[in-house]
């Protein structure tokens, strides 16, 4: 249920990795915005059916996606939220092929509804240097001035491999917490 008193944010993970580092960060960031006041929600791209864009067209000539799949209620999740956080780990420099796909399919008529959106990306990934997401960041935050939406905070977790391994990295697990939080007083700020 919508609350309109309240900010809602969405997590969206991007990895296939239950309980993955990605995952972990994404409900960090989620509970710092929880403690704010924020009604939270998540989705995780790998358990829903969301097909690859077919450049069909479809969508702007009928206002209809041909497919007929997850991503319609998805969007519809998404324009009822008021910030996004985005996670994906980096996988060969760039997204997961599942966060792909389902960036792919924002093109669509409802992408205009996105302006002015609030977005946190959340990106792990094993590589010791910020060098290693720098492509997927890049393409992210084109994709979100194109569309004229809010990028408040990147949170980037280097140097995590296995499962997990970001609990033990405590500054990156505070920095995500407190970017949750930080996102609902911004909000409060520019909405009131
Ligand atoms: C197919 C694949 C490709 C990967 N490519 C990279 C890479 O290019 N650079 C990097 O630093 N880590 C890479 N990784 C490591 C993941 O980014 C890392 O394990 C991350 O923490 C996984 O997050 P998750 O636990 O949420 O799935 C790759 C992992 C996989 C499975």
Known sequence: MVDPSKFHVLGIVGSPRQGGNTEILVDEILSGAEKNGAII??????????????????????????????????????????????????YWWGPTAQFKIFLDRW?????????????ILAIPF??????????TVGILKDVLNY???ELLETILAPGVGNRGAIREKEDIIKKAHNAGQKAIETLKKVKK
């Open 107 to 119: 093109y669509c008529p409802q992408h205009k509804t996105f302006k002015g959106k609030y977005v």
């Open 147 to 149: 569309l004229s939406m």
């Open 41 to 90: 929600e998540k989705v995780i791209l790998n358990k829903l059916n969301i097909n690859p864009c077919q450049a069909c067209n479809s969508c702007y000539k009928t206002g209809k996606c041909m497919h007929n799949d997850d991503m319609i209620e998805l969007l519809m999740k998404m324009e009822h939220n008021d910030l996004w956080v985005l996670g994906t780990p980096i």
């Open 126 to 135: 094993e590589g010791g240097h910020s060098k290693y997401a720098r492509h």
